[in-house]
Nanobody
Framework: QVQLVESGGGLVQAGGSLRLSCAAS????????MGWFRQALGEERERAAG????????YYSDSVKGRFTISRDNAKNTVYLQMNSLKPGDTAVYYC?????????????????WGQGTQVTVSS
């Protein structure tokens, strides 16, 4: 079992940057594929970015590709999401999630553990 705690959200103007962090505790962090998901008001939760156990493979949704960067530090049990050139459309609650088996996927049902979420609001 793993516990996930996100931090780093907040209010930023369009064009600005934020760095989200997700600290994990419990089971060995390197056993888990990790994902950053987001959910805007009234919309379904979607994966913004994913990263493999070793960090060697990353995935991005088309809407964030080129602006967001996911990374992880297995020694610190932490996964990050660097968000640049933020847009009002990026406004959402951002969640990190951990998947123990298989490969990293976009499906929320495939993830075993979730953090509580952190709000990101981008003003125009």
């Amino acid at each position: 079992q793993v516990q996930l705690v996100e931090s780093g959200g907040g209010l930023v103007q369009a064009g600005g940057s934020l760095r989200l962090s997700c600290a994990a505790s419990g089971s060995p962090f390197s056993n888990y594929h990790m994902g950053w998901f987001r959910q805007a008001l009234g919309e379904e939760r979607e994966r913004a970015a994913g990263i493999s156990r070793s960090g060697g493979v990353t995935y991005y949704s088309d809407s964030v590709k080129g602006r967001f960067t996911i990374s992880r530090d297995n020694a610190k049990n932490t996964v990050y999401l660097q968000m640049n050139s933020l847009k009002p459309g990026d406004t959402a609650v951002y969640y990190c999630a951990a998947r123990l088996g298989g490969v990293t996927t976009r499906r929320t049902d495939d993830y075993d553990y979730w953090g509580q979420g952190t709000q990101v609001t981008v003003s125009s």
